[in-house]
């Protein structure tokens, strides 16, 4: 769901724009067209703080394995830091921070009062046991302590992570604390303080703004096709939504590749990476494609939501899509988003689209605090009108100001933020 790390450079081939030169060049566009102290961007360009610790494992055969962990804290002004852990191989301190800062902005296009953090550990999870993963999960919550705290910094499952690893680290912070803190994660099992609904909320917000994009633009929905790639935590609930609101969901994919049905594709019977990891191939469709082959489709709605970096200046000119909603972090680089802006195709930014799962994680800390539970209903309902005001807080940038919806999105949130900073000032 993230931008990889940089690939090695040659003369013939360029390096891979990180997380971190992407999010500050989104931040640097969006304040040309503000009135914004030029202190406040310079302080924006950086994080107020980033952890990086060791984390000790004695792996099942009895050896010890030391992994580095990250936690890049990038603005409180709005309130306690605010993101996703992951475990995963291409973790950096770069993309921690990156990903902290776009997590600033996605809490603030939501108007919710949290600030941007993001962490992680360098590993493959696949290498671990599920005894290996809570060692390790327990650890690096000790490591982490004395940085987090549900009025400090509240973390959130993301790559390679899921809720019972937020379970895990929830027992190990509170065991420490001598109480039970709920609200130091989110994201975690309902029966331990989690929210229903938090598993599904990116994906479900995804579909939403699609929805809103599509009827903006004059569509009618039940005649619109769709492309997702990555049928997992998002992609799947994004378009099963879209399915049940009557889009024609034509082609979805994992890992291994995609599956194409340009009658349409019935979601609800396709297997979601959760039910049956890497399940999507074995499913009987009519075609089978790659995930570059699946970008490329003649649409009029892609969803790209499985890694970060898959539109870029090599493929943009062959995207056929109509409209891009963004579920995963960072699907498209600066260059592609140059490209699709020339080629007058608009493009939802993820920290409008995606923002369902920081929102309902919001109503999560809300539950914790308060020691009560939604309902379900509840949280669909509260999380429809969250996105919709975010909608159309975005909505009123692109009219008013003539400009791409990510600039509209960036310029809500900077406004937000910045405005932040200037009541605080800067201490001393």
Known sequence: ????????????????????????????????????????????????????????????????????????QHDSVRGPYKGGLR???????????????????????????????????????????????????RRFAEELRPFIGPTKDIPAPDMGTDAQTMAWFMDAYSMQEGETQAGVVTGKPPVVGGSKGRDTAPGRSVAIIAREA???????????????????????????????????????????????????????????????PEAVMKYDAPQKLSNEELLELDVDVLIPAAIGNVLTAENANDVQASLIVEGANGPTTSAAGEVFEQRDIPVVPDILANAGG????????????????????????ELESEMLSAWDAVR?????????????????????????????????
């Open 1 to 72: 769901m993230a931008s990889a790390a940089p690939s090695t450079e040659t003369d013939d081939e360029p390096t891979e724009e990180t997380a971190l030169e992407t999010a500050r060049r989104q931040l640097e566009r969006a304040a040309e067209h503000l009135d914004v102290d030029p202190g406040v961007i310079e302080r924006l360009r950086h994080p107020n703080q980033v952890h990086r610790v060791s984390v000790p494992l004695e792996r099942d055969d009895g050896s010890t394995a030391v992994y580095t962990g990250y936690r890049a």
């Open 87 to 137: 475990f995963h191989p291409d973790v950096t301190e770069d993309e921690c921070i990156g990903l902290s800062m776009w997590m600033t902005w996605k809490c603030a296009v939501m108007d919710i009062p949290f600030g941007g953090g993001k962490g992680g550990i360098v590993v493959n999870p696949k290498d671990l046991s599920t005894d290996e993963k809570e060692r390790l999960t």
């Open 214 to 276: 599509i009827d903006y633009h004059g569509w009618d929905i039940e005649d619109t096709t769709v492309a997702v790639q990555g049928f997992g935590s998002v992609g799947a609930p994004a378009a099963r939504l879209l399915d049940d609101y009557g889009a024609t969901v034509v082609a979805v994919s994992d890992v291994n590749g995609a599956i194409y049905d340009p009658d349409g594709l019935d979601t609800h019977d396709v297997p979601t990476h959760e039910e049956e």
């Open 358 to 381: 920081v929102t309902v994680s919001y109503f999560e800390w809300l539950q914790d605090l308060n020691h009560r539970s939604w309902s379900l209903e509840r949280v669909h309902d």
């Open 396 to 428: 009123e940038q692109v009219e008013e100001n003539d400009v791409t919806w990510r600039d509209a999105a960036y310029m809500v949130a900077l406004k937000r933020v910045a405005a932040a900073h200037e009541h605080r000032g800067l201490w001393p």
